[in-house]
């Protein structure tokens, strides 16, 4: 086995060798000039609010972000009002707040419900299991678009319409034919043996998918949790439709007001568009490996 | 104070919920009769929640949806195909239908030719990790975020003595000579400023796809095209592309149907005005600010119908791949 290990570090070694004398034959100037370009061009516009924001008000109006090159002054003022600023009732903080409160549960709903469903679907034989998976997956293509009129009638009709209920439920449920696909995928891989052995050590399916299925399947857990995080903060059209309230609406939801109402007030729309940046910039830089793998898993396998 | 109540919804509706996951594996987990199979009921336990909740939340709401849009604004009398009529019709509308057919060819082709290029570029460059993630970081962004992002990229001031552009294009404009432009303004060009947008935050995708398409050819092949006398852009076009090709197809028709469905952009930079309205936006338009259901519940259907074919292609592809 070492011997084998050890030819196989031989093996990349020569490629990593290789690798790197191509790559110097391969970069050209007109290359790294282009690749600097791009990534100024994909940098440079958050780098520009992000500037803003720090800004006090007089400089926004009279000079580009450009000029804090030349005259740099930097204040807090910016964050401070919008946080508290009374605009349609609620502060930002507390839009804040309702995208904490209704994320969670929109992330951990799904995240169970779909485990759940993607167990059966690997690992439970019953008539017609093929043909019911295949409309769940299927289900991926109905827009959101397309439910969300007869959806809020419903609500309503429930006394549900002003709580959290409508958004969480609805983030749960739309996520699951994606969820269930991807986390089937990873269920897949996990050896038919295992699974039997427990079953056959008299373990039941609920205990074996608690103590088996879920520590194994803890990665793709993550990925999805990502994806569905990422969707639901910033979601802006679901939220408009079921939480659009000022007890309930999210981040996004102030944001958009914020830019419909005070469009050119960049000192307020500078800070609460970073404040709303905030959380999943940390989340998705801290946990980027898990996206990418995701990412790779649900467009690449299949 | 309000922060604790909100807090204390939040912990109720996890609670609801895990009453009902705990019922759920209850009811799975019973032990079975002695040499009887629990299969079929840790089946539909498992399933249920999944399947009642997929035909309540998004089945039963598609299907009426179909049905009322063959009725009229308030829903009350019956129009058969009327609102499709007025969707193919009214010229409002035809611009709402020009200018999806814009994104949904511009945004998939601009974001996977971006990604394709960069992924290359920096393809076991040095800084390679790093290099990506700039690109990719726009994807953690909310729609919104970088609708206004790039709003103020584009920000006017009028073209007076004294007065200081604020909007980095603008500047950028008078550096070379020129006068300042209202990019969101002019029809159709304004179309393709919200473009770059969409493209802007869809190219790390695109990026990240392809890149992990190309680590997977083998370093020989290029290697020996190069032994062979290739030149770098001939080993691209005749070695690299051929077999990225299917992973390209992915991702442009993956673009595609995120271009379909996205109403964020519009919403936020224009919300519709100067001619940029898109299927998506309209959509919101035309059910929540004109309260007309019928064209509303016929533009989400249009959508639905423009989606399905893109999607069944994107899923042949992506099993050919697999």
């Keep these: 086995m070492s011997a084998a290990a050890a030819r196989l570090s031989t093996v990349a070694d020569a490629l990593n060798l290789r690798a790197r004398r191509s790559r110097r034959r391969l970069s050209s100037p007109w290359a ?37 090159f ?32 209704i994320t969670v549960p929109s992330v951990l709903a799904p995240l169970s419900l779909a485990a759940l469903a993607a167990y059966v679907f690997a690992w439970i034989e019953f008539r017609g299991r093929d043909l019911l998976f295949v409309i769940v997956f299927a289900l991926q293509i109905v827009p959101v678009q397309v439910t969300l009129v007869p959806l809020l009638q419903l609500y309503v009709k429930l006394d549900l319409a002003g709580t959290f209920w409508p958004i969480w439920i609805s983030h749960a449920i739309f996520s699951l034919p994606l969820g269930v696909f991807l986390l089937h995928n990873f269920m897949k891989d996990i050896p038919r043996d295992l699974l039997e052995a427990a079953r056959v050590d008299g373990a039941t399916h609920v205990q074996v998918f608690l103590r088996v299925v879920l520590p194994l399947l803890a990665p793709a857990l993550a990925a999805y949790a990502i994806f569905q995080f990422l969707w639901v903060w910033n979601d802006l059209l679901v939220a408009l439709t079921f939480a659009n309230t000022s007890e309930t609406n999210p981040i996004t939801v102030a944001l958009a007001n914020l830019a419909g109402n005070y469009g050119t007030s960049w000192y307020l729309l500078s800070a609460a568009a970073f404040v709303s940046m905030l959380v999943p910039l940390v989340v998705f830089l801290a946990l980027q490996r898990y996206f990418v793998r995701g990412l790779l898993a649900g467009s690449v396998k299949g | 104070m309000v922060t604790t109540e909100k807090l204390t919804q939040m912990v109720e509706g996890l609670a609801v919920f895990a009453v009902l996951v705990g019922l759920v594996l209850a009811i799975a987990g019973r032990a079975p009769r002695a040499g009887r199979s629990d299969d079929r009921r840790v089946a539909i336990a498992f399933l249920a929640p999944a399947v009642l909740g997929l035909l309540i939340v998004v089945i039963y709401p598609a299907v009426r949806t179909i049905y009322e849009s063959t009725f009229d604004a308030d829903g009350s009398d019956f129009v058969g195909l009327g609102n499709y009529a007025t969707i193919f019709t009214t010229p409002d509308q035809i611009i709402v239908l020009r200018n999806t057919a814009l994104w949904v060819i511009l945004s998939p082709l601009a974001a996977t030719s971006l990604g394709l290029l960069y992924a290359v570029l920096v393809d076991r460059a040095r800084f390679e990790s790093f290099a990506k993630a700039l690109i990719f970081m726009p994807m953690a962004i909310s729609f919104v975020g970088a609708s206004i992002i790039w709003k103020f990229v584009y920000e006017y001031r009028p073209d007076f003595a004294g007065v200081n552009q604020i909007g980095v294009l603008n500047q950028v404009l008078v550096w070379l000579g020129g006068t300042p432009q209202q990019w969101l303004i002019e029809s159709p060009w304004n179309s393709l400023f919200l473009i770059a947008v969409m493209v802007w935050v869809q190219a790390g995708f695109a990026m990240t796809i392809l890149s992990a398409a190309i680590k997977g050819i083998p370093a020989e092949l290029g290697e020996a095209a190069r032994v062979d006398g290739a030149t770098a852009r001939q080993v691209f076009r005749r070695v690299t592309l051929p077999l990225v090709r299917p992973a390209v197809i992915v991702v442009l028709t993956t673009v595609a149907i995120w271009t379909l469905k996205v109403f964020d952009i519009v919403r936020t930079m224009t919300g519709g005005q100067f001619d940029t309205s898109v299927v998506a936006n309209e959509f919101y338009t035309q059910t929540f600010r004109s309260f007309n259901q019928g064209v509303g519940s016929a533009l989400a259907v249009l959508l639905f119908v423009l989606v399905l074919p893109v999607i069944l292609y994107n899923a042949r592809q992506i099993r050919r791949l697999a």
């Design chain 1, 32 to 68: 790294s000039l282009t690749a600097i370009l791009i990534a100024a061009l994909w940098t440079l516009p958050t780098f520009g609010l992000l500037a803003t924001s720090f800004r006090p008000q007089g400089d926004i109006q009279s000079s580009g972000w450009w000029a804090v």
């Design chain 1, 70 to 101: 030349t005259e740099p002054r930097f204040t807090l003022d910016n964050y401070r009002e919008v946080l508290q600023a009374q605009n349609s009732g609620s502060s930002l903080f507390d839009a804040f707040l309702n995208s904490v409160a």
